[in-house]
């Protein structure tokens, strides 16, 4: 299944204002794997989910999505493979109802009626927002919001799921909610947060990314856990280790 | 919401148009049509004539009655346009002095008529056309203004502009408040922070649009966005159009109130 596999080759991505917000970043995401993108503010992951689906190209390097590198030509094949879900889902709720807005994608991906139909359905459900499809995206609660820009990604049925900053603002049952969604989810994932305590339940892998470098790429659980290295990426220790750190 | 409600009211207006009444079930091409046809029909009756205006009450008494549209509202929005409206009919009393006709001992002139005509249409028309908001959603109206043909490019800007308003009109009011309560009671030093606040208000909401966009983009967005087409006109509503169409047309040929009122 060679198509569910992410490949950075030395990449390196420049703002037109000059910024160096990536350096020669190289990983490789194969099948099925959860990686996290773990960084303080200002770190390059969300500049470097946006080279995913190729919403920006590198300034220098390559990025390969199952062998197809990204370039302006293999745009659309690429965005049905990867299925990003932005940081704040204001900006990807932008139809008049969600359930229009989850019909957005499989709708441009040329579905029939029926089936685009069907994919709307299964996706709310699976997010449990199957009730709200008639309402505005403004009558929604934030969490609501997070979880129908989910379904409008789901929707698409992509290879890949990438998601910048997942659990941000929500509530902990919605937070419990969306991490048990995202175990359900078995293709590749890629996972950008601060929530140390939700990478470690969902992301095997984890990669530190500080100022645009990798400053450290392996098991979640040893990097997270490694006081120096976390101190030094700019983080604070997990939670649950936090807690029992000052039990004993 | 209650945030962009104590703004423009904005998000009452929108949840009213969420019932499920008659009217609101009406196909929105249907209820824009009879809308302009209505306002069209008011708006050419002569300068001075007043009493044949008053049959067209019957449209927005009808809707309001059947769509259960709380009547004060509508009025409250009338009483706010309503200065406009006297700057502009003020000047015809004393313009226009010609005595028509006495009434226990007032000479009524034509000036008075006039801005008495003009008052009423005015009545009618916002409230025809908030009646129309009010009933239909905004996503019926977009579907509506593509079906008859409004270039795409049009109704996705309403569309984008509905949807965003709220969002916007939040962000502003939060810098506002972040200013307010920052600035001890004095309007935070006046003019030089509310332009920096436009300012950066202004940039936010480019990068929004960017952001927006690249959504759009990672959902395979090629320059052509899905339009509803849940609505079919069906023969029922043909009539209600029909009959309204031809009761304007009726009360604009014959004056029906001064008939009626001549029969008792
Ligand atoms: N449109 C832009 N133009 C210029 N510079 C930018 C732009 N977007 C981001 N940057 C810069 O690039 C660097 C990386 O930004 P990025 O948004 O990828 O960080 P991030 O890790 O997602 O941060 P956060 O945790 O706050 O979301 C930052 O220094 C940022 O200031
Ligand atoms: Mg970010």
New interface residues.
Partial sequence: MSHHIIEFKDVSFVYPDGTEALKDVSFRVVHGEAVAIVGPNGAGKTTLL?LM?G?ILPTSGEVLVGEVPVTKKTL?EI??KV??V?Q?P????????VG?DV???P???GLPEEMVIERVDEALKKVGCLHLKDR????LSGGQKKAVAIA??LA?KPDILVMDEPSAGLDPRARKALINLLKTFHHSKIIASHDLDLVLELCPRCIVLNSGQVLADGKARDLLLDEKLIDRAGLELPLCVQNSGTQT | ?EIANSFFNLGYL?SLSYKKSFIHRLDPRIKTIVTLTFVVTVVSFPQKELSGLLSFFIYPVFIIALAEIPLGFILKKLVIVSPFVLMVAIFNPFLDKTPVMELYGITITTGWISFLSIIVKFILTISAALLLIATTS??GI?EGLSRMRVPEVFVVQL??L???I??LVEEALRMVRARDSRSFGKKGRGIKTFINLAGILLVRTIH?AD??Y?????????GT??Q?RTHRIRTKEVFYLIIWVGLFILFRKYNLSLAIGQLF
Avoid at chain 2, 214 to 222: D, E, I, N, Q
């Fill in positions: 946006m689906n919403l659309p965005r049905r299925g990003v932005m704040n204001d900006d990807q709720l932008f139809m008049p109802t229009e019909a957005f994608g709708i441009n991906m505005p995206p403004h009558r409008g990604v698409m | 919401m929108d905004f996503v977009c569309m984008l509905y949807r965003y709220f969002v929004r952001r927006i690249s959504a759009m983009l990672s959902r395979g967005y090629s966005i899905p509803k």
